[in-house]
Nanobody
Framework: QVQVAESGGGSVQPGESLRLSCAAS????????MSWYRQFPGSVREWVAA???????NYADSVKGRFTISRGSAENTVDLQMDSLKSEDTAVYYC???????????????WGQGTQVTVSS
């Protein structure tokens, strides 16, 4: 089995920064992609950013230039640096790991439980 856990959420004021971290653990042969999503109250989950095994990253237009996704210092971890936060960034942030558990087998998605980010004055 694979476990995914997020950390680093909290409450900040507009213009401040937060850093989220995500760690995947368990039976992992390789990770194809790690991504961040967020979900606003009463809304569907939306994609925020992703980084693949080659280190290539992509961002939603709403966060481009403010958020940075990067590989963490530990294996199978990823960070999301969020700068210049706005009230509209308030949401529950989820990490998704696309994991291949065995060589030659297809990858599958594993999700964390989410971490709350609140931006308010």
């Amino acid at each position: 089995q694979v476990q995914v856990a997020e950390s680093g959420g909290g409450s900040v004021q507009p213009g401040e920064s937060l850093r989220l971290s995500c760690a995947a653990s368990g039976k992992i042969y390789s990770i194809v992609t790690m991504s961040w999503y967020r979900q606003f109250p009463g809304s569907v989950r939306e994609w925020v950013a992703a980084i693949n095994s080659g280190g290539v990253s992509n961002y939603a237009d709403s966060v481009k230039g403010r958020f940075t996704i990067s590989r963490g210092s530990a294996e199978n971890t990823v960070d999301l640096q969020m700068d210049s936060l706005k009230s509209e960034d308030t949401a529950v942030y989820y990490c998704r790991a696309n994991v291949r558990r065995y060589a030659g087998r297809p990858a599958a998605d594993y999700w964390g439980q989410g971490t709350q980010v609140t931006v308010s004055s």
